[in-house]
């Protein structure tokens, strides 16, 4: 049975889903109320301390952060020891005995991540830029606030309390982020040539730093001091008690002023390049190819109906999400608006390439006119 052309519109709704977890959280180009922030450079796992007395333990939750990816799996660790794949913000919460110096992993709270396909809970990230919030606290700040969702403790079951994220990344000219950084210090499953080296700087910045310390009646320091990333509290908030953690990153990367870093495209390609079209140019392609029974072109009337629809149905869903969520305005409401800017000036290449074959082929001699 051959199914009729209309569904051929079908695969294309269906690929919204992913389009939209594809640009959930672009680390290295967010664009709120048309003021745009490359925070690529504070990618990778980040970690912050909570510690609380309670005797005769002492508690200690840790929260890792990575703004740019899920969290990675350690190696050697149980599963249930860690957050489920998908996580961006991951608490787990320790006891350690003073007494024999021993201790346990007591709790694993999923904070925010994406977890569309296993719990249909997206990251769904809401950005603020400081200078425009209606909150007089935010008055004097210059960056932006990034609120992102999808967790729960606990993460399997009907019931479980909703959790949330705010990560506040203050403009500090004089900082790069990194100051302090911690991560997590553990080998990951999949951990690549660049984690390894994050790693080994961050312990050879650190070595020599606990001999000098554990001195009788030194009063205990805060173990985020000095760091760019710090805890600011995490406590039920608003109406239904949702688990809230409060992070502050003072980072030069905040700044309006600050240009985008390591904006250019790899191995010389221009920004132009095939790369930024993705789902449109494959879906034109399919389209466009001839049906491999009858060898007829699929562009019918109908087909071209279909694709119609289904192009105008993608362009305005796009639209609509980059408004909503990024505040986007003129052409960076368009998906792949940068790509879009660039063909007029693409097109005029190409014409004076053309224009220079054809002058060419018209030499006389082989010698050009003088």
């Known amino acids: 049975m051959r199914l009729p052309h209309d569904s051929l519109a079908i695969p294309a709704f269906l690929t919204l889903p992913s389009l939209i977890s594809a640009i959930s959280l672009d680390c290295s180009k967010i664009l709120v109320d048309g003021q745009s922030f490359n925070l690529k450079a504070l ?15 002492l508690s200690n939750t840790t929260f890792t952060i990575d703004i740019c990816q899920p969290l990675k799996r350690t190696k050697d660790v149980p599963k249930s020891n860690e957050c489920p794949g998908g996580t961006r913000v991951c608490g787990i919460e320790s006891d350690y005995n003073l007494a024999d110096g021993t201790h346990m992993v007591k709790e694993v709270i999923p904070i925010a991540g994406d977890y569309s396909t296993s719990a249909h809970r997206p990251l ?6 400081l200078k425009h919030s209606d909150a007089n606290a935010d008055a004097d700040k210059e960056g932006l606030r990034i609120e992102l969702n999808g967790g729960k403790f606990p993460f399997d079951g009907s019931g479980g309390v909703q959790q949330k994220a705010f990560v506040e990344f203050l403009c500090d000219p004089h900082k790069t982020g990194l100051e302090g950084d911690e991560g997590d210090g553990l080998e990951k499953e999949d951990s690549t040539d660049e984690d390894g080296e994050r790693r080994r700087k961050r312990e050879e910045g650190e070595g020599g730093k606990a001999e000098d310390g554990g001195k009788e009646g030194e009063k205990e320091k805060d173990p985020d001091e000095g760091k760019s990333l710090r805890f600011v509290s995490y406590k039920p908030e608003g109406e239904h008690g ?28 221009s920004p132009s390049s095939s790369s930024h079209w993705g789902f449109f140019t494959w879906f034109l392609i399919i389209i466009s190819a001839p049906h491999p029974k009858t060898h007829e072109s699929r562009l019918t009337p109908a087909n071209n109906r279909s694709a119609f629809l289904a192009t105008a149905a993608y362009l305005i869903f796009a639209s609509w999400l980059n408004y909503n969520r990024y505040g ?41 006119a003088v």
């Open 43 to 57: 990618g990778g796992p980040h970690s912050v301390h909570w510690i609380r007395e309670t005797p005769p333990s």
């Open 124 to 129: 769904d990230p809401y950005y603020t830029r």
């Open 242 to 269: 949702v688990g809230t953690l409060r992070l502050e990153w003072h980072t030069k990367y905040a700044c309006e002023s600050q240009k985008d870093v390591d904006d250019s495209p790899p191995s010389g390609k």
């Open 328 to 368: 986007a305005r003129g052409w960076d409401l368009l998906p792949h608006g940068d790509a879009l800017r660039d063909v007029p000036y693409m097109l005029r290449d190409w014409a004076r390439r053309v224009a220079s074959t054809v002058q060419g082929s018209r030499s006389r001699g082989g010698y050009a």
